[in-house]
């Protein structure tokens, strides 16, 4: 039992203030937010916010609770998911709007966090539309 108190204690950050390292994740954050669409590497953060991979990827998920990767994916899968609820572009298109350039991955990312193909997720959309305006629904 005292090594598993031992173990925890000594990965706790004992050089660095909870602000500084809340900080650099919240500034993450906030660039991911604005950029998802374009290519986001954790190599391309690290030298951005001046920090090393290990320290990026251990700072960030202490502070917003998902990994990089997640959050990246669940940014751009919401992204997806707006844009597929219109009808003006191709899903493919879709996938490059929201940071997917391969159409086969993104269709495998979509499925995987929504349970369906994008192609899929857009027809339902299109379903709940068309009930909704039958309803009189705008």
Same mark, same amino acid.
């Given at each position: $039992? ?5 173990? %925890? &204690? ?7 203030? &909870? ?10 954050? @906030?660039?991911? &937010? ?7 590497? #954790?190599? #391309? ?11 990026? !990827? $251990? ?16 940014? /751009?899968? @919401?992204?997806? !998911?707006?844009?597929? @609820? ?5 899903? $493919? ?8 350039? &391969? ?7 979509? /499925? ?9 997720? %857009?027809?339902? !959309?299109?379903?709940?539309? @068309? ?8």
């Amino acid at each position: $039992r005292n090594l598993r108190v031992l173990i %925890r &204690d000594s990965s706790q950050p004992q050089d660095e203030p &909870d602000g500084e390292w809340h900080e650099i994740a919240t500034r993450v954050r @906030a660039y991911i &937010d604005e950029n998802y669409a374009s290519p986001i590497t #954790l190599e #391309l953060l690290s030298e951005m916010f001046h920090t090393s991979l290990y320290h990026l !990827c $251990r700072i960030f998920r202490r502070a917003i609770g998902q990994t990089y990767t997640q959050y990246l994916a669940q940014k /751009r899968i @919401a992204n997806a !998911c707006k844009l597929l @609820a219109s009808p003006h572009l191709s899903v $493919r298109e879709v996938g490059e709007r929201s940071g997917y350039p &391969d159409y086969v991955y993104f269709s495998k990312v979509f /499925r995987k966090h929504m349970g369906v193909s994008p192609s899929a997720y %857009r027809h339902s !959309c299109r379903e709940m539309s @068309a009930s909704s305006r039958a309803e009189g629904k705008p």
